[in-house]
C-alpha cells in the first residue's frame, strides 16, 4: 500500500538547537516531493518540491533533502517563529492515475 | 494578494442541514480542490476540478456536490450535514492544467465546520 510516514510525531527544541524531520515513504513512482509548512487555524503554506535523489534545496534555517526512500527537513538553529506543523506529501503515479498522498505531519514547537 | 479565499470561517449546522462552503481564487490557477483535515486522519481529498467545467471524485466525495462555477471560483456543498462531517474544510488551488500534482498546491486558511 503506497504510504507517507512522518517522524516524530512531535519534538520539541531549544532555540538554536539543530534537527531533523523525516518523511519516509513507499510508492510505486515517485513523480515528486512536496514539504509544507502549517500554522494553527491556517491552511498548508508550500516550502520546497523535490523531484529525485540527491535533490536539495533550502530556504533561510529549512534544508530539504531527498533519498529514493525518504526525505529530511533539516531545520538548523531553529527560532520560535519555526514552531509548525510540517507536512509532507508524494506524487505517484503516472497519466491520469496521478495520486498525491500526505503524511500526518510533524508538530515542532521551538522554545526560547 | 489574496491568494485562496474561504467562507465563512467558522459554521455550525444542526445534522439534516446543508449549506455551501465558499472558495475563490485570484492567481488564475487552472486546478482547484477541496480537502479535509482530521485528526489523525491527515488531509483528504473530496473533490478536484482540472480545469473549468470539469469536476472529479476524490478519496471521500460521499455526501459532497462541489461546482466549478468559473475559473475562479469552486464550492463545496453539504446537501443533508452530518456529525461524521464535522472537520476542517480546505480549498487549494495550483497552476497544472490537469491533476497531474506537478505544482504546489496553494491553500486557504480553511472553513471549520461542526455537526451537532
Known amino acids: 500500500e503506497d504510504q507517507v510516514t512522518q517522524s516524530p510525531e512531535a519534538l520539541r527544541l531549544q532555540e538554536g538547537e539543530s534537527s531533523s524531520l523525516n518523511c519516509s515513504y513507499t510508492?510505486?513512482?515517485?513523480?515528486?516531493l512536496f514539504w509544507y509548512r502549517q500554522d494553527p487555524g491556517k491552511g498548508p503554506e508550500f516550502l520546497f518540491t523535490?523531484?529525485?535523489?540527491?535533490e536539495e534545496k533550502e530556504k533561510e534555517r529549512l534544508k530539504a533533502t531527498l533519498t529514493k526512500k525518504e526525505s529530511f527537513l533539516h531545520i538548523t538553529a531553529p527560532k520560535p517563529e519555526d514552531s509548525a506543523t510540517y507536512l509532507c506529501a508524494v506524487t505517484e503515479g503516472g497519466g491520469n492515475n496521478r495520486k498525491l498522498i500526505w503524511g500526518l505531519g510533524t508538530s515542532l514547537a521551538v522554545n526560547p | 494578494n489574496a491568494g485562496v479565499t474561504q467562507t465563512p470561517k467558522f459554521q455550525v449546522l444542526k445534522t439534516g442541514q446543508s449549506m455551501t462552503l465558499q472558495c475563490a481564487q485570484d492567481m488564475n490557477h487552472n486546478s482547484m480542490y477541496w480537502y479535509r483535515q482530521d485528526p489523525g486522519m491527515g488531509l483528504r481529498l473530496i473533490y478536484y476540478?482540472?480545469?473549468?467545467?470539469?469536476?472529479d471524485k476524490g478519496e471521500v466525495p460521499n455526501g459532497y456536490n462541489v461546482s466549478r462555477l468559473n475559473k475562479r471560483e469552486f464550492s463545496l456543498r453539504l446537501e443533508s450535514a452530518a456529525p461524521s462531517q464535522t472537520s476542517v474544510y480546505f480549498c487549494?488551488?495550483?497552476?497544472?492544467?490537469?491533476?497531474?500534482?506537478?505544482?504546489?498546491?496553494?491553500f486557504g486558511n480553511g472553513t471549520r465546520l461542526t455537526v451537532t
Open positions: 523535490l523531484y529525485s535523489a540527491g
Open positions: 487549494a488551488s495550483s497552476a497544472d492544467r490537469t491533476s497531474s500534482y506537478n505544482s504546489p498546491l496553494h
Open positions: 510508492v510505486s513512482g515517485l513523480r515528486g
Open positions: 476540478s482540472a480545469s473549468e467545467g470539469t469536476t
